[in-house]
């Protein structure tokens, strides 16, 4: 079954680190890009971070000063998003997508269902 399963929510006291998982089954990540979006409660889903074989695009610029990192474990089939000094209003629902090709310019054509983040203390 092709699908994404984000882990790794929770909730964190503010200036905190989380890192999220997004593990692949059904098809080897490594052959497309995939990206880390969020939804925060009543606001419209942002895109943060865009991981192809030939490097990161930004899409936030919470992601552009270096608080929200990208990588990806091939082996384990598993990409990852670091979060360091977590504020409030990063309180959201994180979701992983797969783009169709390794480009991030495209849409996405698999979402995982999302993992809860509450950054309070």
């Known amino acids: 079954q092709v699908q994404l399963v984000e882990s790794g929510g929770g909730l964190v006291h503010p200036g905190g680190s989380l890192t999220l998982s997004c593990l692949a089954s059904?098809?080897?990540?490594?052959?497309?890009?995939v990206a880390w979006f969020r939804q925060a409660p009543g606001k419209e889903r942002e895109g943060l971070l865009c991981?192809?074989?030939?490097?990161?695009?930004?899409y936030s610029q919470d992601s552009a000063n270096g608080r929200f990192t990208i990588s990806r474990d091939s082996a384990a089939n598993i990409a990852f998003l670091r979060m360091d000094r977590l504020e409030p209003e990063d309180t959201a629902i994180y979701y992983c997508?797969?783009?169709?090709?390794?480009?991030?310019?495209?849409?996405?054509?698999?979402w995982g269902q999302g993992t809860q983040v509450t950054v309070s203390s």
């Open positions: 997508a797969k783009k169709p090709f390794n480009v991030c310019g495209v849409k996405n054509d698999l």
């Open positions: 991981l192809t074989t030939n490097g990161i695009t930004v």
């Open positions: 059904g098809f080897n990540l490594d052959s497309f890009a």
